[in-house]
Structure formats: structure tokens, C-alpha cells
């Protein structure tokens, strides 16, 4: 008569195996970002972008951070996350001004912050060429006492950018745009933004002179602003319409999703890294020609396009499966970075000076090492974190040593303050 020898205990394993999976199913569910009042999935996103840019802008030929960044050599970089988020997250934000405060309210909050990029961009791009200049950098600008006069109002009048403040530039000037884009939406012609912004990409891709907006500007090879506001505005629409299209796309933050993003990613990476092979023997043009007429940043041109949708796929997919590990790992760096974007790329121009300065002196005035530049890089990202994570407590120090002072001080600040009204 046959005997079973091992049933019960091949019950208990199947049974303890079932258990295991089942807790590991449990735990990786609970990871999953559960919703907040503010998204902070972009905020962790946006300082990412934040952290590549620096990386990417402070370092040499070789760093170890470019694995993560890409070096700004990849497909895609930092900038075009850093545009398409500032819509997306404009888009998230202005629905609930509009049912608060009305449309009219809304439009002209976008145009006083389109004020405001204006001030900063100019403040930024006058003061980093200034410093430049005064230091000797090798990008300081070339003027002399004749050409300074149309330098400044080349900048002042949105007719000229300058390393690094280029993107500011664009900035403004699709917030700027975004105040009429924001009417059309609220009053249901949200089809005629996105029209216009995939009409205007389609005739820069072909007809680039004639569809040079708002003007040529002087020292911008890159930002060309009917190329990139794709990416905004496409962004503003995702953000505006954010309920309606999660119910309809809400798969595209599943793991499936993940997964199969992560694999696509990973093969685009793949090709690049093989010199582009495979797409030069389909195509038959070598890998150059396909750089200059598939993947050009300052065209955004289609490969770009589509290169960037993967990794944003990908992205939020793999923050919103895998939030709270990410949270608690880097969240204390990213979030912040992510929170006041805008000063953290500021105080970078800032930075850039500094390790352009400090890295000869403590490295000798030779080509960097890969440790070297991740070094400084490093280091400025760190500097960078620290002044945007202390600056609420520096400004209470500033408030309360200036209400700490004597009445006579407060009565003639207040007088300084009038007299700067009149």
C-alpha cells in the first residue's frame, strides 16, 4: 500500500508561503500614497528636478551622481520636469481660486505672478552677469562700457537671457500666458489651449523662424518658447482637469503601470546607451542625425516627446506605489527642494559660482574626478537644503529682533517706510 510521507508538512509550507505573500501584499498596498490636501508627490517630484539640475550644472565631465540624473545628456532632463510640474501643479491649484474668489480674480493673480517671475528673472540674470563679470568666470558676459547700456535693456525688456536664467525667462513668460489660458478653461474651451499649444509645437517643428515667440532673445539657443510651452500647457490641462481624467487614466499609477513603464524606461536607456543602435539601423540615419532631428532639446522634437511621457509615467507611478518608503528615506531632502523650487534654483546660480571658485582650490587646477565633481555637487546641494530648511526660523530671528527693537528704532523705520511710499 503506498504511504504519503510529507502532506502535513507541505500543507504547513504552502500554508506559511500563502501567509508570507499575503503580509508582503499587504505591507506594499500601504505604501501607496493615500491623498492629501497638497500633492506632495510633485513637491518630492519637483526637488528631484531640483537636485539634477544642480548636479547637472555644477559638475565636470563625470560625476557618480549622473547615474541618477542622467548628466543632461539622456532623452529627457530635470528642465522638462521642472516646466511641465509648474503647470501641472498651476492647473491643481487654480480651480479652487476660481470657485473661490471668481475667474477675473484668478487671471489676475496668474499676471501678478507672472509679475513677480519678471522682477526675478531680471534681478537674477543683472546680478549672476554682474557677479561673473566682477569674479572672471569664463561665462561672464561680454561687454564693455559702450555695450552694457543695451545689455540691461536687452534683459529688462525680456529681449535678452543669460546662462542659466534662460529657463526663468521661459517661465515668465508661460505664466504670463497662462492668465489667458486660465479664462479659456474655466469657460469650457480647455480644447482651445490644447490646440493652440500642440499647433503651435507643430509649426516650430518645421517653420521655426516664423513661429519665433514673442520675439527673437538674444543668448536663448535652448528655451525656445513654441517648442517648450508643450510641456507647460499640456501640464496646466492635466492639472486643471485632474478629477475628470483620473477617473479615466487613474490606471496609469498602478503597479501594472509601473512596471511596465520601468520596462520601456529601462529599454530607452538601453538603446541610448548602445549609441542609439538599434534606431540607426531602422531609421538608417546615423546617431547625430537622429540627436539634431528626433531628440533636439531646444525643439522638443517628437522623440522627446514621447521619451518624456515614459519617464513621467514611470515617475508618478513609482511615487504613488512606493510613497511612504520614499517619504521617510529622502523625503526630508526632496520635499523641501521641492516646496520652494524657485529659491532653491536661485540660491544654485549662486552655488555654481562658488564650487567654480572653491573646486580648484581644494582639488588643483586639473580635470575633476568623477569623486571630485559629486563632491561639490554634493556639497551644494546640501548648502542649498540648508538655507531653504532654515529659512522659516531665519525669518521669525528677523521678525522677532525687529519687533525686539526700542520704540524710538520702530517709530523711525516706520518713518523710513513712508518715506519710501512717497
Known sequence: MATTVFPPHSEATAHQSRGILATLATLIASWRYA???RDLRFDLLRGLAVIAMVTDHVGGQESWLYTLTGGNRFWTSAAEGFIFISGLVMGIVYPAVIAREG???AVKKAMRRAGTLYLLTVTLTLATAALAFRLGLHWAPQVDTNTLPDFVIGVLTLHRSYYLTDVLLLYTLVIFIAAGALYLMATQRSWIVLAASWGLWSLW???????TLPWTIADNSVFNL?????????GLLI????????ERFGWLTSRAALAVSGAIFA????IYNDGMAPLVALTGKDAAWLD???FSKSDQQIGRIITFAIVATFAVSLVTNLWQPLLRGLGWLLVPLGQSALLAYGLHLFVIMLTTLVGPRLFGDVTFTAAQNTALQVGG???IWSVVALRPRIVALVSAGFHALPRPALASASVFRQERRG
Open 292 to 294: 539634431a532631428n528626433i
Open 103 to 105: 475667474i477675473g480674480a
Open 205 to 211: 517643428q518645421f517653420f521655426p523662424q516664423q513661429v
Open 381 to 383: 546641494i546640501l548648502l
Open 239 to 246: 492639472g486643471f482637469h485632474r478629477q475628470a481624467l483620473a
Open 226 to 234: 513654441s517648442a517648450w510651452q508643450l510641456l507647460f500647457f499640456n
Open 35 to 37: 491623498g492629501a490636501k
Open 267 to 270: 529599454l530607452s536607456l538601453a
